[in-house]
């Protein structure tokens, strides 16, 4: 199993961007954004695994503000009535003076179908999340982190768990407190990226070149030359 720790960091969200470079070559073959699909409420056991999991009562993930913009740091929409202020309800109105990042949303799940036209060669996943989580590729667990405090993880190699065609990534995450504090302690994100390289597809309707278009002709001609010798000795 291919599963790694994350590194913690505290809980300052600055320290979060994802530093490992991406091999020459690759591209992005996923990230987090606003498509990716969420619930907060406790999914049916195939959430993980199953490519047809109806999520249709599921909401599209918000992007939080104040972040860096790449890779999209991502959660539940910010209205949520489980917010705390030193443990006090903190009313729908005042959060946007604190903007998405803070809400009451503590457990939430996403997942995000993704298709390639291949197994990737290569694939590295770097995720960051504050604060806990599990990361599933196609049913197979491949990172997870449960020490209450954020930090990023990766490059994880996920190519073996990658496949051509259609690909789930599924990820149960967790914020361990919903009490803002002041304005610190309560705040929430996770982001994700994989880069990758993809084999080179060759057309098998190109035009051959002359040079090999000759070489072929030249081939046959002495391949049936060698049968018309084969026939007259039989
Ligand atoms: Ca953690
Ligand atoms: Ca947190």
Redesign the pocket.
């Known amino acids: 199993m291919n599963r790694l720790n994350?590194s913690?960091h505290g809980f300052a969200l600055a320290v979060l961007a994802l530093g490992a470079a991406a091999p020459a070559g690759a591209t992005v073959l996923l990230g987090t954004d606003t498509s990716w699909r969420l619930t907060t409420v406790l999914p049916a056991s195939d959430w993980n695994s199953a490519l047809d999991f109806n999520d249709s009562g599921w909401v599209s993930a918000v992007q939080l503000t104040g972040l860096a913009p790449s890779p999209m740091s991502i959660w539940a929409p910010c209205a949520h009535p489980n917010a705390l202020v030193n443990g006090t309800p903190v009313p729908a109105t005042d959060y946007g003076a604190v903007g998405c990042q803070f809400s009451g949303d503590l457990d939430v799940w996403f997942r995000k179908t993704f298709e390639l036209p291949a197994q990737p060669i290569s694939a590295f996943m770097n995720a960051a999340?504050?604060?806990?989580?599990d990361i599933f590729i196609n049913g197979q667990l491949v990172a997870g982190?449960?020490?209450?405090?954020?930090?990023s993880l990766g490059p994880v190699d996920i190519s073996s768990f990658l496949t051509g065609g259609t690909n789930l990534v599924a990820v149960s995450a967790k914020d361990c407190t919903n009490d803002w504090g002041a304005y610190g302690s309560g705040n929430h994100q996770f982001s994700l990226t994989v880069n990758g390289e993809l084999p080179v597809v060759t057309d098998p309707t190109s035009v051959p070149e002359p040079a090999s278009a000759l070489l072929m002709l030249g081939g046959l001609a002495g391949l049936a030359g060698a049968r018309r010798r084969s026939a007259k000795k039989a």
């Open positions: 994350l913690s999340i504050d604060d806990d989580l982190n449960h020490d209450c405090l954020a930090g």
